[in-house]
């Protein structure tokens, strides 16, 4: 039974239990109103949102995107996995603030596949999520994305189909602002994974080991599941349980520790550096040995800037930093939060300097330490001052009955989706009643963290914590909302944003 069908047939069935049921759906923050259907991806609604993003004199970027079957060279380890062509991560894609981007996808995976474009307020026929906004791309079959980026910042794409954001399909999308003041010499993009795919297992084989493990220890809560033969607890005393799997490499930039990519500079030189965490079941906890970095932007959209010695990134999120370099080389160390592992890239300013051993850990890695929740937003970010109109809460939880991931005590499909109107003001409160963090992610809108904190998309929430966010609801459409643990997704943990007429 697809998703499709077990979703009507869960919203036939509603009608006998709700008399009984009201009560409990407006304690989740339901409206007990009534409301009209669902705003369709395909809407006059959706149309009309884009037409409004779209200049008159819009330029157009092209690019094509192949997902296939694809032999990688991690530096020196060789892997099998699904990718976007040759490399991992696949081709940057990048284009200014209001220009139209069209995209085609052709499928060359021996399975289906979807792109979503994370992060993007995009036209939500064009979200990427196979079941809600698209049918999914079946293997041989070609769909082209055509959507207006009307916000500039640092933004990934990833297949939205099972656990394939796990293997090599990713890919770095910048949307350049033409008005930015720059201010920096130099841009690097830094791109953090996690990697199990190809390595003797597959992710599906991942997931399906999990949820058997889970079955028997119930695993799972507070990461103390995982895979057969692991030892390691994987707690971080900042975000408690910190993922349940563990992963034979940790990347940056599509590379092993043992094998680095150099990013060169000069010393002086202040550099943008970008980064995007694509990884699945991996908070990385970066920092750049000799050196502060000051924290920008977060999910693409102005900070305060921020002076730190060490940045915590959860799976979903991207931060931009700049940093002064020095004379030498030097370990950018990006940590597996929780986890025994580390990636590194070498920045190197010094022909003559020593490289760094990969298992360098600069001092700066236990010096201060943010996350993008004690961040404050930047002026031209601020979202204007508004009363909330409705407030949903999203209870995280998981089951102990096997690797089960629930919102509001469902899961997906049969979370009920959190209606909000066009026009509103909406409030999210997020409430983690688990051990284990959790980055929670929102389609298709930036939210902002109440009281002052930063613009984004994806949220740490960590164990037992509570975070509260709003949106304006100016995006028409189907949103999906969930964890971007992307095995906490696929076993049930996530939900809709369900605009209603
Ligand atoms: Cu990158 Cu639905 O997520
Ligand atoms: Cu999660």
Redesign the pocket.
């Known amino acids: 039974m697809t998703n499709m069908t077990r979703r009507t047939l869960l919203i036939g069935s509603l009608g006998a239990a709700s008399a009984l049921t009201v009560g409990g759906l407006a304690a989740y923050g339901w409206s007990t109103s009534a409301v009209g259907p669902a705003v369709g991806s395909a809407s006059e609604a959706v149309r009309t949102a884009e037409a409004t993003r779209r200049a008159t004199d819009q330029r157009v970027v092209t690019a094509r995107l192949t997902p296939r079957v694809s032999t990688i060279d991690l530096g020196g380890q060789s892997v099998q996995t699904w990718a976007y062509g040759e490399s991992v991560p696949g081709p940057l894609l990048r284009a200014r603030a209001g220009d139209l981007l069209r995209v085609s996808v052709e499928n060359a995976l021996p399975a289906e596949t979807s792109v979503?474009w994370?992060?993007i307020a995009l036209r939500n026929d064009m979200d990427g999520?196979p079941g809600i906004t698209q049918s999914p791309i079946g293997a041989g079959a070609a769909f082209t994305y055509e959507f207006t980026a009307p916000d500039p910042g640092t933004y990934?794409y990833?297949p939205?189909s099972g656990v394939q954001?796990d293997r090599g399909l990713h890919g770095v999308l910048v949307i350049d602002d033409p008005q930015e003041p720059g201010g920096y010499d130099d841009e690097w993009i830094v791109v953090l994974d996690d990697w199990i795919d190809g390595t003797g297992t597959t992710p599906d084989e991942v997931l399906k080991k999990l949820q058997a493990s889970g079955a028997q220890s119930g695993g799972g809560m507070g990461g103390m599941g995982g895979m057969g033969g692991m030892e390691a607890s994987m707690q971080s005393p900042l975000l408690g349980g910190a993922g349940d799997i563990v992963y034979p490499h940790y990347l940056v930039n599509g590379r092993i520790a043992a094998n680095p990519v150099t990013l060169s500079g000069k010393p002086g030189q202040r550099v943008r550096v970008r980064f995007v965490n694509a990884g699945s079941d991996t908070a990385f906890r970066v920092a750049l040995g000799g050196h502060q970095m000051t924290i920008t932007h977060s999910d693409g959209y102005p900070v305060q800037p921020a002076v730190t010695d060490a940045l915590i990134i959860g799976?979903?999120e991207r931060f931009d930093v700049i940093v002064t370099l020095a004379d030498g080389a030097f370990p950018l160390v990006a940590s597996a939060e929780g986890k025994n592992g580390q990636g590194l890239a070498v920045v190197r300013t010094s022909p003559g300097a020593a490289a760094p051993a990969a298992g360098s850990t600069p001092a700066e890695l236990n010096g201060r330490v943010l996350l993008g929740t004690d961040l404050v937003v930047g002026a031209p970010a601020r979202l204007p001052d508004r009363a909330v109109d409705t407030t949903h809460d999203l209870v995280l939880g998981g089951s102990m009955a096997g690797y089960q991931w629930t919102l509001n005590g469902k899961r997906f499909p049969d979370t009920a989706p959190l209606e909000v109107r066009q026009g509103q003001r909406v409030r999210l409160r997020f409430q983690n009643r688990t051990m284990m963090f959790h980055p929670m992610?929102v389609?298709g809108h930036t939210f902002a963290l109440t009281a002052g904190g930063a613009r984004k998309d994806?949220v740490i929430v960590r164990p037992m914590q509570q975070v509260e966010v709003d949106f304006q609801a100016d995006n028409p459409g189907q949103w999906?909302?969930?964890c971007?643990n992307?095995y906490h997704?696929e076993a049930g943990m996530?939900t809709t944003i369900s605009y209603r007429a």
């Open positions: 979503h994370h992060g999520v990934f990833h939205h954001l799976m979903g992610h389609h994806t999906a909302t969930h971007h992307i997704a996530m």
